[in-house]
């Protein structure tokens, strides 16, 4: 059944009113009609089932019928990712999305030089992604910021540091001595086109919440490493794992 993110509250009785692109969507490309049903979720109230009550091309009205699922989240996974070129970055976003990161923090490193970051379409493609997945949220989308900025507020999460430089343990390994130690949220840092800084490498490297982890012996593009780790973790410490 189709599903759809809004942002409204969901509860019995409720009457919903769709925005045009969900109107469209509905109507023009799904061509659903008055009383077709459809799955509705808000990230705070579960899912819902609802009918079409009213439907044209710019607009639709929906009446919640009956909760379908209660809320849950998903594990306690953010990534954190230099900005990098859109396409990419959207790519990101949608996987990340997809493989169940709760929250996309965008951060700006020493070789930063992605485009201006469209943060509003970035949210659309996340809601989108999650629409597909079944998941009951959409991962929240964080304006950029600095990385130093990042390190100097962090308190209590695990950060990954997806490190090129070639000496670090293997991702796999890193997560089973971390799936040993006390439970934290974990977060997993990828960076721009252009790598990390030295003294970036130097400042992660020094930390003590930080693990510097290899994803094998290629250099990968950006979009490829957030899915490889993202993957990697969810199988070693997340919902993916027995
Ligand atoms: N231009 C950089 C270089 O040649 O060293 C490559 C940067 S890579 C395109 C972008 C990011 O993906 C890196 O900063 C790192 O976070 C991640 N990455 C790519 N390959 C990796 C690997 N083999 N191990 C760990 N992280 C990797």
């Not at 949220?185 to 800084?197: K, N, R, V, Y």
Request: net charge neutral; aromatic share 4%.
């Amino acid at each position: 059944m189709i599903r759809l993110f809004v942002p409204e509250k969901l509860k019995s009785g409720a009457t919903i009113a769709l925005g045009a692109d969900q109107a469209h969507y509905l109507h023009g490309v799904m061509r659903r009609g008055v009383g077709d049903q459809v799955l509705l979720f808000n990230g705070a109230d579960g899912e819902w089932r609802a009918g079409i009550a009213a439907i044209d091309r710019r607009s639709a009205s929906l009446a919640l019928q009956a909760q379908t699922r209660p809320q849950t989240t998903g594990p306690d996974l953010e990534m954190i990712v230099a900005v990098v070129k859109r396409p990419r970055l959207e790519t990101i976003v949608e996987k990340a999305a997809e493989l169940g990161a709760r929250r996309v923090r965008l951060a700006v490193t020493r070789f930063t030089q992605g485009d201006r970051v469209r943060l509003e379409r970035l949210g659309a493609i996340a809601a989108e992604a999650s629409e597909q997945t079944g998941r009951l949220d959409v991962p929240e989308i964080t304006a950029p910021e600095k990385l130093d900025a990042i390190l100097d507020a962090w308190a209590g999460r695990t950060l990954i540091f997806c490190d090129e430089g070639g000496d670090a343990s293997p991702m796999l390994e890193a997560l089973n001595a971390a799936a040993r130690g006390e439970g934290t949220g974990f977060s997993i840092l990828i960076g721009p086109e252009g790598g990390f800084a030295p003294e970036e490498r130097a400042r992660l490297r020094s930390l003590p919440h930080v693990i510097p982890v290899s994803l094998g012996p290629r250099i990968l593009r950006a979009d490829t490493a957030a899915i490889a780790a993202l993957a990697l973790w969810q199988s070693r410490l997340g919902d993916w794992s027995p």
